[in-house]
């Protein structure tokens, strides 16, 4: 499966949404949500929380269901290098696994103590569910088709993170 295979950076005004844009101890967040999308019409694949429609965890579903839920789009890009085999081998078959609300948690302690510990601060916390952000880094979570993502921590990663690599790097061509 090759093809135009894209990011899809959203955000929302439910309370875990604001929570990721606004926590106070990261910059101003414009994305609190990052998806896979295939195409230009084609599905979003991302893990999600429970939302109106009953469906949480790592979904497939339609742009029109995602927008039509209060969703808003923020910014997409098409990604340039082929990753199509990270879709097909790590990203469809997490179809199904349950959403990390834990992850979430977590993401916001090991930031709290980046901020205040660093460089001490070494400290994993286990999260053995997925979010949004880890799941588009399974694309190519080594950064070998993706420098920009050479350096960022899977474990740690935020839609954030994500954006604001994907509007400088030149494996990405901006959509909207």
């Known amino acids: 499966m090759s093809g135009d295979i894209r990011l899809v950076f959203t955000r929302r005004t439910h309370p875990m949404d604001a929570l990721i844009r606004f926590a106070p101890l990261s910059e101003y ?11 230009a019409d084609g599905p979003l694949i991302h893990a999600r929380g429970r939302r109106p429609d009953g469906k949480s965890g790592v979904v497939m579903q339609s742009r029109d269901e995602w927008e039509a839920i209060g969703n808003e789009t923020v910014a997409e890009f098409r990604i340039l290098p082929d990753v ?14 349950p959403f990390g609300y834990d992850g979430i948690v977590v ?28 799941l588009v880094m399974l694309l190519d979570p080594g950064g070998l088709l993706i420098p920009e993502w050479r350096d960022l921590d899977y474990g740690a990663v935020d839609p954030q993170d994500l954006l604001d690599r994907a509007a400088i790097g030149p494996s990405f061509e901006r959509i909207r």
């Open 107 to 134: 993401r916001g302690l090991e930031r709290a103590l980046r901020t205040f510990l660093w460089p001490w601060a070494r400290l994993r916390l286990v999260n053995t569910r997925i979010i949004c952000s880890q």
């Open 29 to 39: 967040s414009a994305a609190s949500h990052v998806a896979v999308g295939i195409g």
């Open 84 to 97: 199509s085999a990270g879709l097909s081998r790590r990203v469809l078959p997490a179809v199904g696994t």
